[in-house]
C-alpha cells in the first residue's frame, strides 16, 4: 500500500473541540464505508484526511478495515503521548516491522534498553564531535556541488539523496560507499518503506511471510541495506587494494584515514562499549542494527527536507537574496563552519526550520496502548493503536496562521511560532525517543545548504516542482532544475515573485503500484496501436522536461494493449511479464521521453525481452531454430520479406514475432536521416546475432574466453540500438562531427559494457541454475581466471566504477569539443544509471532468489 498525494493540500479550518466528560471514548470521525472504514479516503488523500479529523476532536477514531485506530490531532495531546505515556504508549506496528527485520536497535527499543543504548551511542552526538562533523559535511558538500556542471538538468531528490548518504557515511563511519552501493541503496529503501507499511496493517503477522510481492520486494531491500551498511561498518571501502587471486578488473579506492589515527567512527564506539544487561561487548548484530538506523533516519529524512529547501528558494527569491547575505557576513566563501558560526545564522536557520515545519518529513508514526491510559478527556483502551500526524500538527491554522504560506520570519522572536512553543513544533520527536541526531541533522541541511547556493543558482524546468509523495514520510519528487554558476555576490530581488500561498493542487491523489483502471488483463486480444504518422513533420517536438503525472502509467497501459494485440503474450502470461516493471527502466534511462517516443521505448524493450526469453527455450540450444527465428528480424532491416500486414492470431510463434518487429522498426525510423537507418540497422543486426552465436556455443557445449564474452555481452545487451534511440527522443540526429570522433566510439563501448556488466552482476543467480552455457562475465571470470566467486563479483564492480569513471572523463572531453551534443553525452549516462536502478530491484531477477 503506497499513500500519495499531491502538494498543497488545504488544511482544516480553525474549529473548537467539543467539551466532553473526563474519560469520554474519542468520537468516531463520519464517512466509513461499511467494510472499508476510512481507508479509501486515507488513501485517496491522506495528509488532507488526517488534517480534516482536527475539527472533531483531539482525539478522533477511524477504521481501516476491520481494525480502530485513535488519531490523536491535537498538538499537546501528541506531546503527552510522546513525554508523559511514552512508557505506557510504546511504538506501534509501523516500527514493529522494522524490529523484525533489523534488530533491536536504538529506533526499535524501548524501556530500558533503549536507555542502555542511547547512552552508548550519545557521544557520537556530543557537543565535542560537532567541530569534527561540520568540516567532513563541507568537504563531502563542496565536492558534490563542485561535481555538478553548467547547464546540467538536476534531478534534486537524487541528488540530496546521495549528498545525505555520503554525509552520513564520511562522518559517522569514516567510509566511502561506492556509486552501485549508493544507488542500491536508495532504490531499496522506498520499498522497505512500502513493505514497512503494508505489513503494518496486516491482520495476523503470518501474512508477512507469504510469498507476495510486496513482502518479497521488502525482503530483498532489507538484504539490499544490510548489504551497503555492511560495506560501511567492515570498512571494506576504506581497504584499498586489489581483490586477491589475480582477476583483471582491479579494486576499490579508501578514504584516506591517516594510518594508525585513532577510531572515532560508531561502529568503534558500538565495539568498544558493553551491553548493561548481560555485561558483554555488543554483539555484531547490534553494531549492524544501530548502523541502518543511523543510515535510515539519517538519510531520507534530511535528503527530503533539502529538496523542499530549493523548492521553495527557487519560488522566494527574496528570501534565497537573505539566506546569501547573512552566508556572506557570517560564514565567508571558502570557510570551514564551526558552530559558532552556525549560530550566527539565524535567519537561515528560521528558513530551514519553516521548510521542516510546512514539509514535516514524517507524515505519522504510530504508537501502541499496552495498557489504559487517558489522553486528555479521552479514554485509551489496552491495546488501541494511536496515529498522529506531524504534517498535520505543523499545518494547524491554530498554531501557525497562514499554515500553508512559506513565511520564516514566523520564527522571529515574537513571532507565533516562535511563541507557540515546542508542543508545536515536534519534526525530531519529544520525550525519551526524541531523535538522537537532531542537532547533527540541522548542522547537515545549514552546511549543504551554504555549498549549494555559493556555487550554483538553480533555474526550475518548465512544469518541475517538487511533488508531495506520502508513504510514512512525506517525500518530494519531481523538482529537476537546470544549474547556472553564481557570480559575484548575492542576487538582489526588490520583489518577491510568489508571496501567497501556492493554490491547493487538485489533482487526485493515486495508489501507485497497482494495475490501471480497465487494463486488459483478462482479454485474449487487444487492439493494436495505429501506425505513426509517416511524413515527418508530424512528429512531436522533442522532449524538454520531465513527464506529467500519470504518462508512464498510460504508456505502460498501452504497451500492454500492444503485446496482446500482438499475440507475443496471453493473458495469463501477463502478471508475470508485468513483475518485470521494464517501463521502470525506461523510465529512469529516458527522464525526458514522452508520447510515441516513450511509448515506443517500451513496446522496443519488451519485444526484445520476450524474444530474449524465448531463447531459454529450445531455440537457444538449437542453432536450427535459433536461424528460423533471427532470419526473418534480420530481413526486416534490409527492406526483405511482405509489407506489414495484420498477423493472424493463430500465426506461429516467430511470426507474432517478426510482425510486431516490422511494426518497430517502422517506428524506429520514423522522421530519421538515412544515416541514422543504416546505424540502427548495422546496431540490430550485431544485436540480433549474438542470438545464433550463444546458440551455437550451447549446441557444441563450448563457451568463449573474457574477451570474446565482452564483446558477444556488449552486443547481446541491446544497449546499442536504446544509445541509437536517443536521438529518436530527442527528434534529431546528433551532430556528425560528434559520431566522428573516436571518443564517442569509446564512450558508447563503456556505456555497453557498463550497463552489461551492471546485469551481470544481478543476473547471476538466475544464470548460475541454467543447465547449459550461461554467458556471464563473472561465471567466466571464474572459469578462465580461476576466481573465487567473490573475488570475479568484486573484479566486475571494480571494473564497472572504472568505465563509469572514464566515461565521465570521455564526456567532459566530448562536451568542449561539441557542446550542441551534450544531450546524447548525457542521454548515455542516464542509460547506465537507469539500467542500474532497474536491474538491482526488477523481479526479472528478484523473484528468481537473488540476493541483494
Known sequence: MVLTAETRRTSAPSRSIPRRAPSAPPPLAPGALAGLGHAPALLRDPLGFLGSLSRHGGVVRIRLGPRTVCVVTDAALVHTLLVALAHDCPRGAVQDTLKTAFGDGLLMSEGQAHRDRRRIIQPAFGP????????????????????????QILDVAKEMNHLALEIVTRTLFDARLSEDATLAFHRALPDMVKGQIVQSLYPHPAFARLPLPVNRRFDAAVRVLNQVVDQAVDGRARSGGSPAGGCPFGGSAGTGRPSGAPDRTLPALLRAATDPATGRPLTEADVRSEAITMFGAGTETVST????????????????????????????????????????????????????????????????????VELGQYRIPAGTELLYSLTAVHRDPLLHPEPLRFHPDRWHEGGAAATAGRQAFLPFGAGKHKCIGEAFAWAELTVATAAILRRWRPTAQP??????????????????????????????????RHTAPAPADTTRATVTGLPRAGLPATRAT????????????????????????????????????WVLGHGLLTPADLPRYQAYALPQLIDHAYPRAHGAELDLLIDVLGWFTILDDRFDGPPGRHPDRARSLVDPLLGVLTGA????????????????????WRELWLRQNEGMSPAWHARGAAEWRACLDTFLTESAHRSRGTAPGLPGTMRLRRHASCLYPFMNILERVHGADAPARLHAEPELHRLRAHTADAATLINDLYSLEREERQPTVAFNTVL?????????????????????????EESEALRRHLL???PSGHWYLDGTRELVDGVYAWTSTSHRYLSDGRRG
Open 128 to 151: 565535542e564531535r560537532t567541530g569534527e562533523y561540520l568540516a567532513v559535511m563541507h568537504q563531502v558538500a563542496q565536492e558534490r556541488a563542485g561535481s555538478w556542471r553548467s547547464g
Open 305 to 372: 527536507t533539502l529538496t523542499w529547501l530549493i523548492d521553495e528558494l527557487l519560488r522566494h527569491p527574496r528570501v534565497e537574496a537573505r539566506v546569501l547575505a547573512e552566508l556572506d557576513e557570517h560564514l565567508p566563501a571558502g570557510t570551514v563552519p564551526t558552530p559558532e558560526a552556525l549560530a550566527r545564522l539565524t535567519y537561515t536557520r528560521s528558513v530551514t526550520q519553516e521548510v521542516v515545519r510546512l514539509h514535516a518529513p514524517n507524515a505519522f508514526l504510530m504508537r501502541t496502548a499496552r495498557v489504559p
Open 463 to 496: 512544469g518541475s516542482r517538487a511533488r508531495e509523495v506520502v508513504w510514512t514520510t512525506v517525500q518530494a519528487q519531481d523538482l529537476r532544475v537546470r544549474l547556472t554558476p553564481r557570480t559575484g555576490g548575492a542576487p538582489h530581488h526588490p520583489t518577491d
Open 526 to 561: 487487444a487492439r493494436p496501436r495505429p501506425a505513426p504518422p509517416t511524413h515527418p513533420a508530424a512528429r512531436p517536438p522533442a522532449p524538454g522536461g520531465p513527464r506529467r503525472p500519470g504518462e508512464l502509467r498510460a504508456s505502460t497501459a498501452r504497451h500492454a494493449d
Open 641 to 660: 520479406g511482405p509489407a506489414l500486414a495484420p498477423a493472424p492470431a493463430a500465426a506461429p510463434e516467430g511470426g507474432r514475432l517478426l510482425h510486431a
Open 780 to 804: 567466466t571470470l571464474q572459469r578462465v581466471r580461476g576466481c573465487t566467486r567473490r573475488q570475479a563479483v568484486l573484479s566486475v564492480r571494480a571494473r564497472v566504477a572504472r568505465l563509469r
Open 816 to 818: 568542449r569539443r561539441h
